[in-house]
């Protein structure tokens, strides 16, 4: 299995949670706290015909009992949730998922690995400081709901 999300130990990245199903997930990610920067509601129709984001209006920051260090946060349906995370402590294999069991157990449930930086250094690919999870979110979703 692929692992798309590997951040860099001691580096933060912005992750969007692009919600194509109906349903609201809470979703849960393991070793870390992050905060919820916006929620943007976005065509998803456009998102399924050409797999770009296409913003329907503003984004909108977190409810006041949302502020501060979250380990879930609440993705809404044809929204994009905008976390962002600090990777600290540890480096290795973890994963983040939706806290609804059936959901978990449908897949969304999925790896993510921090990477230390020396390894990290010697990577082809750099891993970026800010990336979308499209891919991840496009087949949690999808498969999950199919
Ligand atoms: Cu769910």
Same mark, same amino acid.
């Given at each position: ?11 933060? *990245? ?8 109906? @349903? ?7 070793? !870390?706290? =992050? &905060? ?29 009992? *949302? ?8 993705? @809404? ?7 962002? !995370?600090? =990777? &600290? ?58």
């Amino acid at each position: 299995m692929t692992i798309p999300e590997k951040p860099l130990l001691n580096t933060t *990245e912005t992750w969007e949670l692009i919600n194509l199903t109906e @349903d609201s997930h809470p979703i849960h990610l393991h070793l !870390v706290r =992050f &905060q919820i920067l916006d929620r943007r509601p976005f065509d998803t129709f456009n998102y399924f015909s050409s797999n770009a984001v296409r913003y329907t209006g503003p984004a909108v920051p977190p409810d006041p009992g *949302e502020l501060g260090w979250k380990d879930t946060a609440r993705a @809404d349906p044809g929204i994009v949730t905008r976390i962002i !995370v600090p =990777f &600290q402590g540890y480096a290795g294999r973890y994963v983040w998922h939706c806290h609804i069991l059936e959901h978990e157990d449908n897949e969304m449930m999925r790896p993510f690995e921090v990477l230390p930086a020396a390894v990290a250094s010697i990577q082809k690919h750099p891993v970026l400081s800010s990336h979308g999870l499209l891919h991840a979110q496009t087949s949690v979703s999808a498969s999950a709901m199919r």
